[in-house]
């Protein structure tokens, strides 16, 4: 299983970015895809997830501003970011978890999000 972010890059406080990963490979139909970020200096945190079934959670600090969605015929996560703020500045790395026994793990390579003001 292989997955690939996009859609990283630099932008005014304010402004709106879209992200997407797409999960290739043997994908088991039942999973929770998620977003993670990571910022210099600080742990990993989770920003958002949804499951196959279209359930999903965020973080605190992303309620309201940020919307994950993700389109099962193409296996393929996608994180609308609204009204950024330089707090949200990382590389924000995609995940998918199979729902199964062995709770199979997956992450991809991250794509860097840079928020100035």
């Known amino acids: 299983v292989q997955l690939q972010a996009s859609g990283g890059g630099l932008v005014q406080a304010g402004g709106s970015l879209r992200l997407s990963c797409a999960a290739s490979?043997?994908?088991?139909?039942?999973?929770?895809m998620r977003w993670y970020r990571q910022a210099p200096g600080k742990q990993r945190e989770l920003v958002a997830a949804i499951t196959s079934g279209g359930s999903t959670n965020y973080g605190d600090s992303v309620k309201g501003r940020f919307t994950i969605s993700r389109d099962n015929t193409k296996n393929t996560v996608y994180l609308q970011m609204n009204s950024l703020q330089p707090g949200d500045t990382a590389v924000y790395y995609c995940?998918?978890?199979?729902?199964?026994?062995?709770?199979?793990?997956?992450w991809g390579q991250g794509t860097e999000v840079t928020v100035f003001s």
């Open positions: 490979g043997s994908i088991f139909s039942s999973n929770v």
């Open positions: 995940n998918i978890q199979f729902v199964t026994l062995a709770l199979d793990n997956y």
